[in-house]
């Protein structure tokens, strides 16, 4: 592949997420966890000294209640003009032969550029290029079906003018997927002010898989009341407006 330039590095991953999902939730039941799926949350109210989470079937009564929602939901709505909403696109190839691997001459790595929006490539298990980016922010003014169609496409171009190959190699599957930034691009990991016994992991952008562990950390910190010089650089009240 063509380049003026990269950093090549190494003690990279990959994994998948749904499994990891699963292993992470297994993990939490062997603990003592209970898990409650596609359970949605209705109304959270103050209770004592705890909140009280209203769900269409049950309550569940606790100390906190932590808030991983991606972002503020219309049931947060005062805290929705802090993020702003972009959708990815992603294609998956077929699965690639070894002749085709050798004429793409993509060798076995994770490559992401600088470019903006960026792009990425990777391998899956199965021989399959997985090429993703485009990321755009959501435009209630444009039909989603058409940015979609606009976005694969030019992420399929982009990917052929690199690796000609890819011409002769069919996507298998395309999707979108949304996810939300905040105006410098870091998480809020804490509490809020207007919601007492509340903890918010939010606004990942697409560093969830870092993030979602710091914040796991960190909010355990919040909640045994540990104080932490890190607690700051997430909290909703830092850098203009505050909370
Ligand atoms: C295509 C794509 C590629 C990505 N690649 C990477 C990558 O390589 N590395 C990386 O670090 N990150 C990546 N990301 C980002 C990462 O996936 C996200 O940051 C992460 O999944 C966000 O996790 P989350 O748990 O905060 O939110 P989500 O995974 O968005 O989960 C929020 C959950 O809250 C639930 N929910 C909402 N409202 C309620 C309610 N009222 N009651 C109950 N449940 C509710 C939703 O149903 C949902 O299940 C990627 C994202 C996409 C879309």
Redesign the pocket.
């Known amino acids: 592949m063509a380049g003026r330039g990269a950093i090549e590095t190494r003690g990279n991953a ?1 994994f998948d ?1 749904f499994k990891a999902s699963l292993g992470l939730m297994a993990a939490a039941v062997a603990h003592g966890a209970q898990v409650f799926e596609r ?4 109304r959270i109210e103050r209770d004592g000294e705890g909140v009280r989470v209203h ?1 269409a079937h049950g309550q569940v009564v606790a100390s906190r209640v932590i808030v ?4 503020a ?1 219309p ?1 947060f709505r005062p805290l929705a003009g802090r993020f702003r909403m972009h959708h ?3 294609l998956a190839t077929e699965p690639v032969d070894d002749e085709q691997r050798r004429d793409l001459g993509l060798g076995n790595v994770l490559l992401w550029d600088t470019d903006r929006p960026y792009h ?1 490539v990777r391998w899956t298990d199965d021989q399959r290029l997985l090429i ?1 980016g485009e990321d755009r922010p959501v435009d209630p003014r444009r039909r989603r079906a058409t940015q979609f169609r606009e976005a694969t496409r030019q992420l399929r171009a982009h990917f052929e003018a690199l690796l000609p190959a890819l011409a002769d190699i069919r996507t298998d599957y395309a ?5 939300a930034m905040t105006p410098d691009s870091l998480p809020y990991i804490g509490p809020h002010r207007r919601y007492p016994r509340h903890l918010f ?2 606004g ?9 562990f710091m ?1 796991a950390r960190m909010l355990l910190e919040h909640w045994q009341g540990t104080a932490s010089p890190d607690h700051a650089l997430f909290a909703f009240t830092r850098g203009a407006g505050g909370a």
Do not use: H, K
Not at 39 to 42: D, E, K, L, T, Y
Not at 68 to 71: L, R
Not at 175 to 179: I, K, S
């Open positions: 990959a997420p359970s949605a949350v209705r769900t991983a929602t991606g972002y939901t049931d990815t696109y992603v990425y993703g999707w979108e997927g949304l996810f992991a939010l990942y952008g697409g560093n969830g898989m870092t993030f979602g914040a």
